[in-house]
């Protein structure tokens, strides 16, 4: 096995960590603090090609690989886990269902706009009754001649103030539970479709998550994206993309932790000597760098394994159950070493400890992975 880069790869990863230093790192803590989504960032990574990366020329994209993608994830989530987790709700949970399951003029009028960077997408699966238990979608949609009539409330939605296309499911046979859902393309403007209110969220604040409103919202027939009553199915596996995505940014959030706790525990002396020179200090980080480096190089394996095309739901699940929980702990970590300065807002790190919470409940929680390994195992 060849763990070495190859040359488009480290352009693509110098590409996102040059816009991460110059234009991410700066302003994140404004972005953080008023709560606003950097629309003009999104635009500058249209320009550059990142927001179609892993898609085929053909439909707008760039053609890179999954690796590609994830060294891209993990160097925004470095700078800011907000930007990355947009980034990835667009890419991985919005596009990739169009790419995956749409027709040929359905991937030219939605996904092409979307890889080029014209245009933000979004995916609307949870709702109030049916977070972890997706399959108990009470959003209905009923066929009246040419057109899907659909109801119901997606909530805790990323990107769903700025996308201009949702990617949503729906009940279409009720009484079949989880094989009788659909998926659904819904473009902004739809009659009876409307964004509700936005979320003021302990960390990822200059995220977007708001709620999605159908009120006898109407789509063309045509709309109806993939199979009928497979909807449950195509977003399972949309979701073991979008677990690998995650990992990806906890793996750029800790090495933010990693890189800040260090940096500190060399600088800052008591009793005489740096806090790096202390064992119990030293123990800390050793641990934060074992973890961050498992996390690091399963994920990167689990991207060159899903692009040779084996099922990745088990390994796609341990994946973010680790690196999650990695993260998670790297931040508690780090505010730990810095003591008060870490609980303050004068070091980042009391952002990234805010942050690093909704990895582990974004895109199935902790629990529901390891539910998912456990099936996996035959359990």
């Not at 393309?185 to 009659?191: D, E, Q, S």
């Not at 202390?278 to 800390?284: D, G, M, R, S, T």
């Not at 641990?287 to 060159?304: G, I, K, P, Q, S």
């Not at 730990?336 to 807002?345: C, T, V």
Request: aromatic letters at 10%; a negative charge.
């Amino acid at each position: 096995m060849d763990f070495r880069f190859t040359e488009e790869q480290e352009m693509i990863r110098k590409l996102a960590r040059d816009l991460t230093e110059k234009e991410v790192i700066p302003k994140v803590a404004e972005w953080d603090a008023s709560g606003r989504f950097p629309r003009e960032l999104f635009a500058r990574m249209g320009e550059l090609g990142l927001l179609g990366l892993p898609f085929p020329e053909e439909w707008g994209g760039a053609g890179a690989d999954t690796l590609s993608y994830v060294l891209v994830l993990e160097e925004l989530a470095r700078g800011s886990l907000g930007v990355a987790l947009s980034y990835e709700a667009h890419v991985s949970l919005g596009c990739t269902p169009l790419y995956l399951f749409g027709t040929e003029e359905q991937k030219r009028k939605y996904l092409v706009p979307c890889a080029q960077g014209k245009w933000l997408a979004c995916f609307g699966l949870t709702e109030p009754g049916a977070g972890s238990d997706a399959g108990a979608t009470q959003t209905t949609a009923v066929l009246d001649g040419d057109q899907w009539v659909i109801n119901g409330t997606k909530c805790f939605i990323t990107n769903a103030s700025q996308a201009e296309v949702a990617v949503i499911t729906a009940v279409t046979a009720k009484g079949m539970g989880t094989r009788g859902i659909s998926a659904f393309i819904v473009p902004r403007g739809a009659p009876g479709f409307r964004v509700g209110k936005a979320y003021d969220k302990l960390g990822v604040r200059c995220s977007d998550t708001a709620e999605l409103i159908f009120e006898d919202c109407r789509i063309p027939r045509e709309n109806l994206l993939g199979e009928l009553n497979q909807g449950f199915k195509q977003f399972l596996k949309t979701l073991d993309g979008g677990r690998l995505g995650v990992a990806a940014l906890a793996v750029g959030l800790a090495q933010a932790c990693l890189d800040q706790a260090l940096r500190y525990a060399q600088q800052r002396v008591q009793f005489g000597q740096p806090l790096s020179k202390f064992q119990a200090v030293q123990f800390k980080l050793a641990d934060m760098a074992a973890e961050l480096d498992v996390a690091r190089w399963y994920t990167y394996r689990l991207a060159v394994v899903k692009d040779e095309g084996a099922r990745i739901t088990k390994e796609a699940a341990i994946a973010k159950l680790f690196a999650s929980e990695a993260a998670a702990r790297a931040a508690t970590q780090a505010v730990q070493i810095l003591g008060a300065y870490g609980f303050s807002s004068e070091y980042p790190v009391e952002r990234f400890y805010r942050d690093a919470k909704l990895l582990e409940i974004g895109e199935g929680t902790s629990e529901i992975q390891r539910l998912v390994i456990a099936r996996e195992l035959g359990c």
